[in-house]
């Protein structure tokens, strides 16, 4: 009789040890359970990249034109572009390297002001907002996404947005000149601005 008691307590034990804990009658989840990201939990796209090592870019969102160097700049245009701060830009604080006598070839840096879930609100938009929505290879890691409302490619147009951090983008917009216009993937070259816009807010030259 003893042994079945100690068997039958045993038994006890293991079923509450695999039953559901509860709160007040509501089923609690366990700590086996699998975890969803803020994107998911958002509803936002699951294939939306996340960002694993996020950048602190309060200073240079303050400060558009801070986030390429002359040189930089150079290397994407060519010598001696102007510079024009934008910051009160529509989609956020801007900066646009550009020549006086000519709309082509330029350069744009934005900061966006919209929403709080970084890439993810591109991916979301996917053939609604936006036409264009490829993802590049990423820069040591970092997400970059090539976007746009209409797909202006073969006109020598287009713009990236690097992901900082799950919360904030950085986008780089790139018009070729019309002596580049199919000769090069304006993608790519937008790209490249994006590859020094992350070597200058990661403290690089």
Not at 122 to 149: F, H, S
Request: aromatic letters at 4%.
């Amino acid at each position: 009789m003893r042994r079945t008691i100690l068997i039958l307590s045993a038994t006890a034990l293991v079923l509450s040890a695999c039953s559901t804990p509860t709160t007040n009658g509501t089923p609690t989840v366990g700590s086996g359970a699998s975890s969803t990201s803020p994107a998911q939990s958002a509803g936002l796209p699951p294939d939306a990249p996340r960002v694993e090592h996020p950048i602190e870019v309060t200073r240079f969102k303050q400060d558009p034109c801070s986030t390429l160097t002359k040189i930089q700049v150079e290397e994407l245009l060519g010598p001696n572009p102007e510079t024009v701060p934008r910051p009160d830009g529509s989609a956020g604080p801007a900066c646009r390297w550009s020549f006086p006598a000519t709309l082509n070839p330029r350069v744009d840096v934005i900061f966006s002001d919209f929403g709080d879930s970084g890439t993810a609100k591109y991916y979301a938009a996917k053939g609604t907002t936006y036409q264009l929505l490829e993802p590049l290879a990423p820069i040591d890691g970092y997400p970059v996404t090539a976007y746009g409302i209409k797909d202006n490619r073969a006109n020598g147009d287009c713009s990236v947005v690097l992901g900082t951090s799950d919360t904030q983008t950085i986008s780089i917009a790139l018009m070729q000149s019309d002596a580049n216009v199919g000769k090069k993937d304006p993608c790519d070259a937008a790209r490249e601005g994006a590859i020094r816009v992350l070597a200058t807010i990661r403290g690089g030259n």
